[in-house]
């Protein structure tokens, strides 16, 4: 039978060596230990290592000629051999009694030959090792390794069969733990139950009458809050948003060039000055005119001999209309100015052609098309823009449709259109700690002739805006909010009053004060039945009981 061979070290504890037995592979250990025994000479430490024997299933041998560890090796039934080739048995009082002078094996310095399985005649050195069954009972090993003491009373058993019980110190030391553990939390636990937890929320109700403020304000992009003035700071954002659609153009339109030439112009009469035509000048030939490009200055007549030189310049000119039908050889024209006529070169450069545009009638149909384009979901977008703590002004909310842009323009040839429409958004809104602040100080000052008044609610909540309206700095708004006044009561006054009292104490002396009606306490955990004498664990809460 193999076994495993577990050299103890000098400075190996109880702990260490129980595992290494555990950690074994084989079923048969054989514990070797040092000269100097160290943590085996302990009866206690020998039926631990019996007991994790046992319990890991393993068959343990103590490898010792000492006579202190095999007396210690019986009481726990722990097989002995003097060597590991020798047959492992019980103790009995006479193996005991002999040492022939042999100290305790060194498993360190003994040979490994001498741990090397030996095959006998009767077969190897494992094959030798008994099992527990067959070792000498432990009660006749106690008896004689522990003759009577004459004179003293023997000994009683501890246990049954004559076996010591040991205790298990892992589960006393994880009960150790436990148990005090829970000591620490519930210690923990009634510092902070005691000290820290008890709170008390005092609710007074309070007897108040309705305050009104009802002003018209301005609100201005930027600056401070003013009563005085009527003028509050505001936010105003501002969002464009597109819609584009395209389209294929229908209208159809006659697209050319106009024909060009020289227009030579002569004065009809006899003329002392000379005389300037004007561009744009007509001379027409039947159904076609051409209009001159430039001013042109035709001289005085001139007197030669015989002979009148009436004088004459010439002019460029262009058709009036497109088309190829201008383009005419030369002949004489009629001018549109009285006294004076014109003879054209040869008019060419004429050409006419029918193209697809963009026409109005395009783009009044895409309009209605299109109908409303402004997006209702923009208004949510402007809003988180604003951010939470802000009071939005709801009359300010206004789209604005711009023209629409058409690309290519309207009249211009095109095979694709767009129509752009731009929708601007605006909206107002107002800083909750602006607006807060200024319906204060508004009340305050409707009631600076009252000391004895407090405001317990300025009708933040439930204001109102009308009759919106922009303006060149900002825009102007009517508010109206419906606040509470009511009898001066200080939170801090009282707090220093009802700290450290019970329920009933706190109750008869705040009602006795005018103006409270009712008076509540609230304390927290379910366990707190007085008031904390700590002011910053007291809650003061108003609530409003309005007179007719």
């Known amino acids: 039978m193999n076994k495993d061979i577990i050299y103890i070290d000098v400075d190996d504890d109880i702990t260490a060596i129980i595992g290494k037995i555990r950690s074994a592979k084989e079923k048969v250990v054989a514990l070797v230990p040092p000269k100097r025994v160290g943590v085996l000479q302990s009866a206690v430490n020998m039926r631990l290592l019996a007991r994790a024997s046992k319990q890991s299933q393993k068959r343990l041998v103590l490898i010792t000629s000492n006579s202190s560890l095999i007396a210690l090796a019986a009481s726990a039934q722990i097989p002995v051999a003097k060597t590991l080739q020798s047959k492992p048995e019980l103790a009995e009082v006479s193996a005991l009694q002999v040492d022939n002078g042999e100290e305790v094996i060194d498993g360190g310095e ?72 829970l000591g620490v939390l519930l210690l923990g636990f009634m510092v902070w139950a005691i000290f820290f937890a008890p709170r008390a929320r005092v609710v007074i109700t309070a007897q108040t009458t309705p305050e009104v403020v009802n002003q018209m304000v301005r609100l201005t992009d930027g600056g401070n809050v003013d009563v005085e003035e009527r003028s509050l700071p505001a936010l105003f954002v501002q969002k464009k948003d597109a819609t584009t659609k395209e389209i294929t153009p229908t209208g159809q ?40 490009t430039e001013a042109v200055t035709v001289p005085r007549s001139n007197i030669i001999g015989t002979r009148i030189d009436n004088g004459s310049a010439t002019a460029s000119v262009q058709a009036a209309e497109i088309g190829p ?49 402004t997006k209702p979901e923009m208004k949510d977008t402007l809003k988180k823009e604003l951010g939470r703590n802000v009071t939005i002004v709801e009359e300010s909310y206004s789209t604005e449709a711009a023209s629409p842009t058409v690309t290519p323009a309207v009249g211009q040839e095109a095979t694709k259109a767009t129509i752009s429409v731009e929708v601007t958004y605006t909206l107002a809104g107002i800083s909750n700690n602006d607006l807060d602040r200024y319906l204060d100080l508004a009340m305050k000052q409707q009631l600076s002739d009252d000391a004895e008044q407090r405001i317990y609610d300025n009708g933040l909540k439930e204001i109102v805006f009308a009759q919106y309206e922009k303006t060149d700095n900002g825009a102007s708004v009517q508010i109206t909010a419906n606040g509470q006044t009511g009898p001066k009561i200080e939170d801090d006054a009282v707090t220093q009053q009802v700290k450290g009292k019970r329920y009933g104490e706190v109750q008869a002396q705040l009602e006795s004060v005018e103006g409270i009606s009712n008076v509540d306490v609230k304390f927290w955990p379910f366990w707190v039945r007085t008031v904390p004498n700590d002011t910053d664990r007291i809650t003061i809460e108003f609530q409003l009981n309005e007179k007719n």
């Not at 003759?147 to 892992?170: D, E, I, L, T, Y």
């Not at 039908?325 to 030369?330: F, P």
């Not at 193209?355 to 384009?373: C, I, L, P, R, Y």
């Open 110 to 181: 003994l040979p490994i030959g001498m741990y090397a399985p030996t095959d006998t005649e009767h077969g190897s050195a494992e094959d030798s090792l008994p099992s527990f069954d067959t070792v000498a009972p432990a009660a006749a090993v106690a008896k004689k390794a522990h003759p009577p003491v004459p004179g003293r009373a023997p000994a009683k058993p501890k246990a049954k069969g004559g076996r010591m019980s040991v205790p298990n110190f892992n589960t006393f030391r994880k009960k150790l733990f436990l148990f005090g553990g």
């Open 253 to 292: 339109k006659e697209v050319g060039e106009r024909a060009t030439g020289t227009m030579t112009i002569t004065r009809n009469g006899v003329s002392d000055q000379a005389t300037t035509i004007p561009a744009g000048t007509g001379f027409s030939s039947g159904d076609y005119t051409f209009l001159t």
């Open 325 to 373: 039908e201008y383009n005419l050889n030369a002949r004489s024209y009629t001018s549109s100015v009285s006294g004076f006529s014109g003879r054209g070169s040869a008019m060419q450069g004429g050409t006419k052609r029918q193209v697809t545009v963009v026409s109005e009638q395009d783009v009044a149909n895409v309009m209605d098309s299109m109908g409303n384009t």
